[in-house]
């Protein structure tokens, strides 16, 4: 009878010590399953307060990227159509009286024109990329100044272009000047 007990006593402990570690293997894997909703709630919160901060960068961003092309091009146009005017004074092709030596419209500074010298079948060209005809804020026409328009003006006389400007109205990220005063 000793040795019954001692049996019984044996495999109870056995099973007792088996009950005691699946018990934290299954809380393991249970733990490992998923996230509690507690974790769940904050993880979501964090990703929403990162979102509000970076949508509004990420649009300041997007301007910026078009306040350079904008200096970019208005630069370029302006450069080209100073070259025009130094190579109208010097000579290099006939152009229309009263226009003071300035190209008549864009697109010549873009098509280039015809030299004067012996090489007649040779164009001088002032803007290698058309896209540069096009204002990145309105993606539209620039707002053209003639030599005999004001200086402020917002109408095109036609007779020239002396000068090129945004059409858009909107603000600097400055937020004291207009794309139009650039």
């Known amino acids: 009878m000793f040795r019954g007990d001692r049996i019984s006593g044996v495999m109870a402990f056995r099973q007792l010590r088996l009950v005691r570690v699946s018990r934290p293997l ?3 894997r249970a733990a490992q399953a998923g996230m509690t909703l507690l974790e769940l709630l904050i993880a979501s919160s964090i990703l929403i307060l990162l979102a509000t901060v970076a949508i509004p960068m990420a649009r300041v961003q997007v301007i910026r990227k078009r306040e350079d092309l904008l200096h970019y091009r208005l630069r370029q146009v302006r450069d080209a159509i100073d070259r025009y005017k ?3 004074d010097k000579g290099l092709f006939q152009v229309q009286a009263g226009t003071e030596n300035y190209p008549p419209d864009l697109e010549t500074l873009y098509t280039g024109v015809k030299l004067t010298s012996a090489q007649q079948d040779t164009k001088l060209r002032f803007l290698r990329d058309r ?5 990145p804020m309105t993606n539209g026409e620039w707002g053209k ?3 005999q328009d004001d200086a402020d003006s917002t109408s095109w006389g ?3 272009v002396f000068d090129v400007y945004s059409q858009s109205s909107g603000t600097a990220l400055d937020g004291k000047t207009r794309y139009s005063e650039w």
Do not use: F, H, I
């Open 158 to 160: 036609g007779q020239d």
């Open 86 to 88: 130094d190579a109208a």
């Open 131 to 135: 896209s540069l005809l096009v204002d």
């Open 145 to 147: 100044r003639s030599v």
């Open 26 to 28: 299954r809380r393991a």
